[in-house]
């Protein structure tokens, strides 16, 4: 059997390209040998500035229609102050439960299919009772200074190796940014054997 490799994946749940991507990165972990390295990011990182996102999101919002549309899947922005944070940080202690895939599908779905504000402790809290995490050590997460500086110490990693934007994944040397870039993050652990089999 192939050994398994690290891809490596930055992440906001703020962005609506994450969730466009939620709906199939999955695949690369099924599918291949290959381990999810899991890099939450909080509040702008990874994502265009404050200023730059006002000129942004009317044609990002086309953008993303047309996507999702094609993709037959709801879409329903969040309120534009949505702040992802509490979500990134849960996501470690999700990771650490062993409902991390389940944590990013239900969070994304409360965020763009239902249009709700996960930046506020409630919707986050409802999530995490369908999936089976326990209310106090969800709310203990949402401040845990560790888990806060994890978000930031990912966003500097994502820097420090030239990343722009999320989704992104790293596998080895090589980078992919975006959703649209999934299938390239595939033909690559093609090229290195990796499909189960």
């Given at each position: 059997?192939p050994?398994s490799?690290d891809?490596?994946?930055?992440?906001?749940f703020?962005?609506?390209?994450?969730?466009i991507a939620?709906?199939t990165l999955?695949q690369i972990?099924?599918d291949?040998?290959?381990?999810?390295?899991?890099r939450?990011l909080?509040?702008?990182?990874?994502?265009?500035?404050?200023?730059?996102a006002k000129?942004k999101v009317?044609?990002t919002r086309?953008?993303?229609?047309?996507?999702?549309?094609?993709?037959g899947?709801p879409?329903n922005?969040p309120?534009i102050t949505?702040?992802?944070t509490?979500a990134g940080?849960?996501s470690?202690?999700a990771e650490?439960?062993?409902?991390?895939?389940q944590w990013i599908v239900?969070?994304m779905?409360?965020?763009?299919?239902?249009?709700l504000?996960?930046?506020?402790?409630?919707v986050?809290?409802d999530?995490?009772e369908?999936?089976?995490?326990?209310?106090?050590?969800?709310?203990e997460a949402?401040v845990?200074?560790?888990?806060?500086?994890q978000l930031e110490?990912?966003?500097?990693?994502?820097?420090?190796?030239?990343?722009i934007?999320?989704?992104?994944?790293?596998v080895?040397?090589?980078?992919?940014w975006g959703?649209?870039r999934?299938?390239y993050?595939?033909d690559?652990?093609?090229e290195?054997r990796?499909?189960r089999?």
């Amino acid at each position: 059997m192939p050994e398994s490799v690290d891809v490596k994946l930055f992440f906001n749940f703020r962005s609506p390209y994450c969730y466009i991507a939620s709906k199939t990165l999955f695949q690369i972990y099924d599918d291949y040998h290959a381990t999810l390295v899991w890099r939450p990011l909080g509040g702008w990182s990874g994502r265009s500035s404050p200023d730059r996102a006002k000129v942004k999101v009317p044609l990002t919002r086309q953008d993303v229609r047309r996507i999702t549309q094609k993709m037959g899947i709801p879409m329903n922005p969040p309120p534009i102050t949505t702040d992802p944070t509490l979500a990134g940080a849960a996501s470690l202690l999700a990771e650490e439960q062993g409902v991390l895939r389940q944590w990013i599908v239900e969070v994304m779905r409360a965020e763009w299919a239902l249009g709700l504000d996960i930046g506020e402790e409630q919707v986050l809290l409802d999530v995490g009772e369908k999936i089976g995490l326990e209310r106090s050590s969800l709310q203990e997460a949402f401040v845990n200074p560790d888990y806060l500086q994890q978000l930031e110490s990912n966003w500097t990693e994502a820097q420090n190796l030239g990343l722009i934007g999320v989704p992104s994944f790293q596998v080895g040397e090589e980078l992919f940014w975006g959703s649209d870039r999934i299938e390239y993050v595939l033909d690559h652990l093609n090229e290195l054997r990796l499909r189960r089999i």
